[in-house]
């Protein structure tokens, strides 16, 4: 679909009019100056008011504006199509907002310098193809990203997955300080030596810290965003050292009883293949 793109100041200002929402313009009003310099710039003013929208070009004067912008042909061109400048920053180096005096407030008022994006958004549409009267189409992909590759757990970690498999929590130990580490390190991370003592742990445990979390990332490879509120609790499995907790999610149904203290079993899936996703869960252990 061909799309108009025409960014020059006496088309834009021209474009207004019928892009203007007059329904969402019931409460607002204010006036904007435009003082563009170079070939082809110029001087407007738009104004809104009463559900209507007024768009003079060189004007008398821009004394009842709220405010006054100051640019560039560059710099309206970069605005319009949604551009910033250094950093992502409004206004960008080529536009100055001038702070004008509001119709009858007798002094200087101070406008928040995003007061024209924020109305813009709000009051009027986006181009519209050339031609017609149908919205501009938004052109999405949506993309499974993979990665075609596997790596190897060594013998320590592959030691850890294949517990997993068999439904068991294996750390090794160290043999100077007797922590137990878990998942599993090759060296004990005190003493820095090797540990090559398995032991098993849990299955149960205790909760000691949670976290419970109300805004989720969406997944980065598949977009998806998981259902909120979730919690990940701390659990320190029975025979673990001190201080040697292991993180998962804890079941929903359980958020709302969930305690320092409390006690929590596994949930495993029902078939295990030796990966994280063979534990799906802690659930409390009433």
């Not at 992502?88 to 200087?108: H, Y």
């Not at 992909?141 to 075609?148: F, G, S």
């Not at 998981?226 to 149904?253: C, I, N, W």
Request: hydrophobic share 35%; charged share 30%; proline share 7%.
């Amino acid at each position: 679909m061909t799309l108009e793109h025409r960014t020059d100041p006496e088309s834009f200002f021209a474009s207004l009019k019928d892009r203007f929402r007059s329904g969402e313009a019931a409460d607002a009003e204010f006036s904007v100056g435009y003082r563009i310099a170079g070939d082809g710039g110029g001087d407007w003013k738009v104004t809104v008011g009463e559900g209507g929208l007024n768009v003079e070009k060189d004007p008398a004067g821009f004394d009842d504006c709220h405010v006054i912008v100051h640019t560039d042909l560059n710099g309206f061109s970069g605005a319009v199509r949604g551009g910033a400048g250094d950093r992502g920053t409004f206004p960008p180096p080529s536009i100055r907002i001038e702070t004008v005096r509001l119709p009858g407030s007798g002094g200087a008022v101070g406008i928040e310098p995003d007061l024209t994006p924020s109305v813009a958004l709000r009051l009027f549409d986006r181009r519209r193809p050339a031609g017609g009267n149908r919205p501009e189409e938004l052109v999405s992909l949506k993309v499974m990203n993979a990665i075609d590759q596997r790596f190897a757990t060594g013998p320590v970690m592959g030691r850890w997955f294949a517990g997993l498999k068999d439904r068991k929590f294996l750390a090794n130990k160290c043999p100077e300080c007797g922590r137990t580490q878990i998942p599993p390190r090759e060296i004990c991370a005190v003493c820095r030596v090797r540990a090559e003592e398995f032991v098993e742990l849990g299955p149960k445990g205790t909760i000691t810290a949670w976290d419970l979390v109300y805004y989720a990332s969406p997944d980065p490879l598949t977009g998806a965003i998981r259902e909120t509120p979730y919690a990940v609790v701390y659990v320190m499995l029975d025979g673990a050292s001190e201080q040697e907790a292991f993180s998962l999610e804890l079941k929903k149904s359980d958020i709302g009883n969930m305690k320092i203290g409390g006690r929590v079993r596994p949930v495993w899936a029902e078939k295990t293949k030796g990966s994280y996703e063979d534990i799906l869960y802690f659930e409390l252990d009433d």
